[in-house]
């Protein structure tokens, strides 16, 4: 299992950006696929975008189709998610998380390891 630590939450204003990352621990990171997911107040955690190892195969929730781009630094151990416009509805704690492999999924329940999450609050 690999240590994931998420950054770059905040508090935004509608139509605003922000770019979160997630440092990942160990040096088989490449051999990861990742993925993001997002947990609202009273919700269940849920699908936002997964990538490959080699970054090669992105996957998006039509809810942010469009608006975020993940994408990954293997020499960094580092992967992104960029937010553009920004809405009310994105407010939610955003989990990276990893599954060895080369196969991306978009369960929760099949990734291996977590990050604590990171709070994006975007205000209307």
């Known amino acids: 299992q690999v240590q994931l630590v998420e950054s770059g939450g905040g508090l935004v204003q509608a139509g605003g950006s922000l770019r979160l990352s997630c440092a990942a621990s160990?040096?088989?990171?490449?051999?990861?696929?990742m993925g993001w997911f997002r947990q609202a107040p009273g919700k269940e955690r849920k699908f936002v975008s997964a990538i490959s190892w080699s970054g090669g195969s992105t996957y998006y929730a039509d809810s942010v189709k469009g608006r975020f781009t993940i994408s990954r630094d293997n020499a960094k151990n580092t992967v992104y998610l960029q937010m553009n416009s920004l809405k009310a509805e994105d407010t939610a704690i955003y989990y990276c998380a990893a599954r060895r492999g080369i196969k991306v999924v978009l369960g929760a329940d099949e990734y291996d390891s977590w990050g604590q999450g990171t709070q994006v609050t975007v205000s209307s």
């Open positions: 160990g040096r088989t990171f490449s051999s990861y696929a």
